[in-house]
T-cell receptor, first 111, second 115 residues
């Protein structure tokens, strides 16, 4: 079992729809969870971080964390073609520095 | 806006060359990272420096040699690389050791091609 798992996609949604990206992790002691957006040929950009159970909203983005079920998700409301990118879920191991990245989900938003 | 800068943006080198990648952060962070990313793969951790000391070396071949001259600068010295080392090399920084909220911020990367 991979430490951080994501559906590789591609996930295709129409413009204006809600895109839902999911991620599961294996280390129950993990405390820090991140979503990065990466455009083709560019570096990852941090868009959300979440540390406690529940929802965290920032503009059109909502991160959801359920530690009991060991999953974290990212909702993108009113999806735009500019949201088309690969979304990387990242989970920091307890203690130390190491952050494990999922393989990423490719999102396509159709105009 | 990224406050982590990397130079050069692109680098082409032969297998016998010696070159260096440079990274600078202006965020007051005390931890800095080198990652390697191949196409359609997630970033792969290579090294972590915490308070200018090497904290993690993920069994990286010795042809990659990191250096942290001060808390703002991070170098990666390259020597006798192989074509399979061609990748995007990413630098990142975060606040410091033991931080739960260890958000990492990436620089724009150096696209390395080894001929």
């Amino acid at each position: 079992q991979k430490e951080v798992e994501q559906n590789s996609g591609p996930l295709s949604v129409p413009e204006g729809a809600i895109a839902s990206l999911n991620c599961t992790y294996s280390d129950r002691g993990s405390q820090s969870f991140f979503w990065y957006r990466q455009y083709s040929g560019k570096s990852p950009e941090l868009i959300m971080s979440i540390y406690s159970n529940g929802d965290k909203e920032d503009g059109r983005f909502t991160a959801q964390l359920n530690k009991a079920s060991q999953y974290v998700s990212l909702l993108i409301r009113d999806s735009q073609p500019s949201d088309s990118a690969t979304y990387l879920c990242a989970v920091k191991r307890p203690g130390g520095f190491k952050t494990i990245f999922g393989a990423g989900t490719r999102l396509f938003v159709k105009a | 806006d990224t406050e982590v800068t990397q130079t050069p943006k692109h680098l082409v080198m032969g297998m016998t060359n010696k070159k260096s990648l440079k990274c600078e952060q202006h965020m007051g962070h005390r931890a800095m990272y080198w990652y390697k990313q191949k196409a359609k793969k997630p970033p792969e951790l290579m090294f972590v420096y915490s308070y200018e000391k090497l904290s993690i070396n993920e069994s990286v071949p010795s042809r990659f040699s990191p250096e942290c001259p001060n808390s703002s600068l991070l170098n990666l010295h390259l020597h006798a690389l192989q074509p399979e080392d061609s990748a995007l090399y990413l630098c990142a920084s975060s606040q410091g050791q033991g931080e739960v909220r260890n958000e990492q911020f990436f620089g724009p990367g150096t696209r390395l091609t080894v001929l």
